[in-house]
């Protein structure tokens, strides 16, 4: 035989139940609250780190340009296959600029920056003489100035010029030449290679 609920009874179970369901769903609220502030504060987060480190790579690669303008006409005039003192100041800046730029959380500007420095990397496609080469890197700093400065404006990154593409078509096949070359050699000396100027592993995209 059942016996029968008091209504007051009922009445109290189900207040109890709606206040169950009322705080899982404050909760559930809650807790969707705190996981969207937590994600904004990250991509916040992220993008100032962005920022920062954008900054800093523009700043070397302005203070690049510079230097790279004042490099006198008799250095300018050597063979690029003979080594030029101001070859270390370049590369010192262009590293100080990847490792700034490896710490932007946008993919597509660190893939085009990597592919730009590797092209400046390999000068010795501008010609036989570094009067070509200096040119060669300033443009390309030019390039790599444009490309920094649109993602610290929030701009859309610009395309590479067709200067900048023929460069990478022209280090791409210099690079072809260079491998035939040693492949040729019966007994290439490695040591003559310097590895901040002939990345092998690396391709220009």
């Known amino acids: 035989m ?13 207040g109890f139940g709606g206040a169950l369901v009322g705080g899982a769903a404050s909760f559930g609220g809650v807790w969707l609250t705190l996981s969207h502030q937590r994600k904004l504060a990250r991509e916040a987060r992220l993008a100032e780190i962005g920022q920062e480190a954008a900054d800093r790579a523009l700043s070397e690669l302005i203070t690049l340009g510079e230097f790279l303008a004042s490099v006198r006409s008799d250095v300018a005039t050597m063979p690029t296959d003979e080594r030029a003192s101001y070859l270390d100041t370049v590369f010192g800046r262009m590293e100080n600029v990847e490792r700034a730029v490896a710490r932007i959380p946008n993919r597509e500007l660190r893939d085009r920056v990597k592919s730009l420095l590797i092209v400046m990397r390999r000068f010795r496609a501008a010609g ?5 080469a200096v040119s060669w890197l300033a443009e390309l700093t030019d390039e790599l100035t444009d490309l920094l400065s649109a993602y610290i404006r929030s701009d859309p990154l610009p395309s590479f010029s067709e200067r900048t593409e023929e460069k990478q078509r022209r280090a791409a096949q210099h690079e072809l030449n260079q491998r035939r070359r040693f492949e040729l050699m019966q007994d290439p000396d490695p040591a003559n290679v310097d590895p901040r ?3 092998n592993t690396s391709s220009p995209s």
């Not at 036989?128 to 070509?132: C, D, I, L, Q």
């Open 197 to 199: 100027e002939e990345d």
């Open 128 to 132: 036989v003489r570094h009067f070509f």
């Open 2 to 14: 059942m016996i029968g609920m008091q209504p007051e009874v009922l009445s109290g179970l189900i």
